[in-house]
């Protein structure tokens, strides 16, 4: 603990912050990184907050790369809502550069640590409590797509490779079955089954994109409730944050994968399966703001592929869970036996429910396109 107050101390002392240090303390309930709130009193008495982050350096293990997009998509950002008359810092995530010119800091034993403005009089949801967050939530991620619908995300790093790369996962898939490590495919031979069916589904996207069907996007590949802030005064969604997995992919997969965590019925572990649905009130919602957000900037090939971005990104969650079972549990980190099954089952559930409502969904993306 004293170890690590003297890095937060040096990590201070680095990033180039105005006026005179105060305190910190920890903030926020992100699993990622370590998230701190430090205050600074100005010369003119005015108090001004930053946030101050560890990065998790085991899971990004590029940070320079990392920072590099998340410098370039948000003062990419800036130009735009400065464009448009917004209020540049609570609208974009605004990073603090040190005081030699670099947007993180790494210290004496080699964390990684950076700053960004702090966004006041607004809130994260950790969950959905009222319909009317999820809606914002899908306005400002689609909004977020709209600002960067002209943004080249070629030159952006890929963070994770192959993160949405549905074919690749299959065939790690595959190989964790035919590897069988912990002999655990006998009794999972339904779950099995229900993928391989699937083949060809798995590959839909990423062929569409590859025949430039489908364009690369700036994608956020966290879009989650409380990765937007919500403005406490007029309820609505104000800023994406959380920048660290913006990379190049398919906008329908960032669509795709709110819906799975968002509208199912159930909670991602529920061992009840006849609870897990997709909600199609929830993906009503979801599908209105979303393109509401993107004001036109969706392809008509994209619109039409929204239901399939919603499918994939469950269908590949589900798998991933599943060769998790198989490789012995070593990713996603399980709290009692078979908890990624069950996860993978829940998944599972969701595309089949998926397939039983798809008109209903074509009809919903249809309606807002
Ligand atoms: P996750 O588990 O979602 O990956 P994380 O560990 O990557 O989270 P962040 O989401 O970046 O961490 O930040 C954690 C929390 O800190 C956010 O949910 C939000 O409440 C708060 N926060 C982050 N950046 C800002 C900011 N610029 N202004 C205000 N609050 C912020
Ligand atoms: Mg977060
Ligand atoms: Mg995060």
């Known amino acids: 603990r004293e170890e690590y107050c003297s890095r937060i101390q040096e990590a201070i002392q680095a990033i180039g912050f105005q006026g005179e240090f105060l305190d910190y303390s920890r903030y926020g309930s992100g699993h990622i990184n370590d998230t701190f709130l430090i205050r600074f009193k100005e010369s003119d008495g005015h108090i001004e907050k930053y946030i101050l ?29 400065e464009k448009n008359s917004g209020d540049v810092k609570r609208e974009t995530m605004n990073v603090v550069y040190t005081k030699d010119g670099s947007p993180y800091f790494r210290d004496s034993i080699g964390s990684y640590w950076r700053a960004y403005l702090f966004i006041g009089d607004a809130v994260s949801f950790d969950r959905v409590e009222n319909v009317k967050d999820f809606y914002e939530s899908a306005v400002s991620f689609g909004h977020f797509q709209n600002l960067l619908a002209d943004y080249d995300a070629g030159s952006l790093y890929e963070t994770i490779p192959d993160f949405h790369n549905t074919p690749v996962r299959f065939e790690t898939f595959k190989t964790a079955v035919a590897a069988d490590l912990l002999g655990r495919a006998a009794e999972v031979q339904t779950e099995i089954h229900f993928l391989l069916e699937r083949a060809e589904e798995m590959k839909v996207c990423m062929d569409l994109l590859k025949a430039g069907e489908l364009p690369l996007r700036v994608t956020h590949n966290d879009t989650k409730l409380n990765n937007i802030l919500i403005d406490n005064s007029t309820g609505k969604g104000i800023c994406v944050i959380d ?49 509401e957000g993107c004001n036109g900037s969706l392809t008509e090939k994209e619109v039409e592929m929204l239901p399939m971005g919603a499918k994939l990104m469950t269908l590949e969650c589900g798998m991933r869970f599943l060769t998790d079972y198989l490789q012995g549990d070593t990713y996603f980190r399980i709290h009692r036996e078979g908890h990624n099954l069950d996860r993978c089952r829940t998944q599972l559930k969701l595309v089949e429910d998926m397939e039983q409502k798809w008109n209903e969904m074509s009809r919903i993306t249809g309606k807002y396109r």
Not at 53 to 80: A, G
Not at 258 to 281: H, P, Q
């Open 243 to 291: 920048l660290d997995t913006v990379m190049p992919g398919l906008s329908i997969f960032d669509y795709g994968d709110s819906i799975r965590f968002g509208a199912n019925t159930a909670a991602e572990d529920e061992t009840d399966l006849s609870k897990v649905s997709l909600d199609l009130n929830l993906f009503e919602i979801y599908t209105k703001g979303f393109l």
């Open 53 to 81: 982050q560890r990065m998790n350096h085991e899971i990004f293990k590029k940070p320079e790369e990392l920072m590099k997009n998340i410098c370039n998509v948000t003062s990419f950002l800036r130009d735009k809502i």
